[in-house]
C-alpha cells in the first residue's frame, strides 16, 4: 500500500487549503484513511479519519468545524479540505491507511501504512 501526500503550502492565516491522499494497493473498498498532523518539537496529533466505504468520518475535537474529511473512490483520494486556517495548524500533515474493514478511529496504532507528509505553513 502506497499513500502520496500533496497540496501543502505556505499561506495567511483565515486561508483555505486543500490536501490530497492518493491510495494505491489497497485490494479492497474497505478501508480506513486517517489525517495526522506533527507540528515541530510537539508529538503528533489525530485530525480526522474517514471509511472510504461507508464515507463515514471522524474528527479531532478542536479542529471539529474547521476541518473536513471528503473522498472520491474513482480516483482513490481522500481530500482534508482545511478552513480558517490559523497559525498553531502548521504541521507536517500525514495520511496513513487501515487496511482492515472497520470504522475509522483517531489512534495512530491502528493505521498499518503511512504516507510521506506534506508541509503546511500558516503565518499571520
Known amino acids: 500500500v502506497q499513500l502520496v501526500e500533496s497540496g501543502g503550502l505556505s499561506m495567511q492565516a483565515g486561508g483555505s487549503l486543500r490536501l490530497s491522499c492518493v491510495v494505491s494497493?489497497?485490494?479492497?473498498?474497505?478501508?480506513?484513511i486517517g489525517w495526522f498532523r506533527r507540528a515541530s518539537g510537539k508529538d503528533r496529533e489525530p485530525v480526522g479519519c474517514?471509511?472510504?466505504?461507508?464515507?463515514?468520518?471522524m474528527y479531532a475535537d478542536a479542529l471539529l468545524g474547521r476541518f473536513t474529511i471528503s473522498n472520491d473512490n474513482a480516483k482513490k483520494t481522500v481530500y482534508l479540505q482545511m478552513n480558517d486556517l490559523k497559525t498553531e495548524d502548521t504541521a507536517a500533515y500525514y495520511c496513513?491507511?487501515?487496511?482492515?474493514?472497520?470504522?475509522?478511529?483517531?489512534?495512530?496504532?491502528?493505521?498499518?501504512?503511512w504516507g510521506q507528509g506534506t508541509p503546511v505553513t500558516v503565518s499571520s
Open positions: 494497493g489497497v485490494t479492497h473498498d474497505d478501508y480506513s
Open positions: 474517514i471509511n472510504v466505504l461507508e464515507g463515514r468520518t
Open positions: 496513513a491507511a487501515d487496511h482492515i474493514p472497520r470504522h475509522c478511529i483517531l489512534r495512530a496504532t491502528r493505521y498499518q501504512s
